[in-house]
């Protein structure tokens, strides 16, 4: 039990599909994160939330939108993503902006 | 920007021995540093944090060290184990919202 659970753990998807990758924290901590992490490339930073606000988003593309309803559950829609879009999604949550990450498994995406 | 950037990019190890993992960063002004191990198909496993006031921190067999002023640390692994055999990140906090940037990595095996 890592106490920040990801699903699906793998996802095939066509570029006209939509579907949505969740995620929920089990540690009472007040901010999460959406990362991407491409082969050979450091994980990047796509979305922030802290106390369900957006606080960042990092110039990320329209094709994903991500919902954060709740401090425990975090959200990240999908539709017409493009091949390059495959990567392991990985969601991460922190009690404070300065405090340990604690990340889930991931959600293996390919775009086909 | 800050860069990180970690060498090697991987490493093999007998079995017992003790090894040395880098990680150079570019801006020194930084929050604190954090260590983290992934296994393959997996989330990031957070090892070590060092605040930005602090020389080094230790658990179980590892221990981290930062120099701050030269923009380095390192992750000292003794008596290695194939269990040890796994990717190694390190991230730098440079910001709020935990802007974490991350390196490419180290691939460590450690065989039997």
């Known amino acids: 039990e890592t106490g920040v659970t990801q699903t699906p753990r793998h996802l095939v998807m066509g570029m006209t599909n939509k579907k949505s990758l969740k995620c929920e924290q089990h540690l009472g901590h007040n901010a999460m994160y959406w990362y991407k992490q491409s082969a050979k490339k450091p994980l990047e930073l796509m979305f922030v939330?802290?106390?369900?606000?957006?606080?960042e988003n990092n110039s990320v593309p329209s094709r994903f939108s991500p919902e954060c309803p709740n401090s425990s559950h975090l959200f990240l829609h999908l539709h017409t993503l493009q091949p390059e879009d495959s990567a392991l999604y990985l969601c991460?949550?922190?009690?404070?902006?300065?405090?340990?990450?604690?990340f889930g498994n991931g959600t293996r995406l390919t775009v086909t | 920007k800050q860069e990180v950037t970690q060498i090697p990019a991987a490493l093999s190890v007998p079995e017992g021995e003790n090894l040395v993992l880098n990680c150079s960063f570019t801006?020194?002004?930084?929050?604190?540093l954090q260590w983290f191990r992934q296994d393959p198909g997996k989330g990031l496993t957070s090892l070590l944090l060092i605040q930005s006031s602090q020389r080094e921190q230790t658990s179980g067999r590892l221990n981290a060290s930062l120099d701050k002023s030269s923009g380095r640390s390192t992750l000292y692994i003794a008596a290695s184990q194939p269990g040890d055999s796994a990717t190694y990140l390190c991230a730098v906090n440079t910001g709020t919202a935990s802007k974490l940037t991350f390196g490419t990595g180290t691939r460590l095996q450690v065989t039997l």
């Open positions: 991460a949550s922190s009690q404070a902006y300065n405090s340990p990450l604690h």
């Open positions: 939330y802290s106390l369900e606000e957006r606080v």
């Open positions: 801006d020194s002004a930084i929050y604190n």
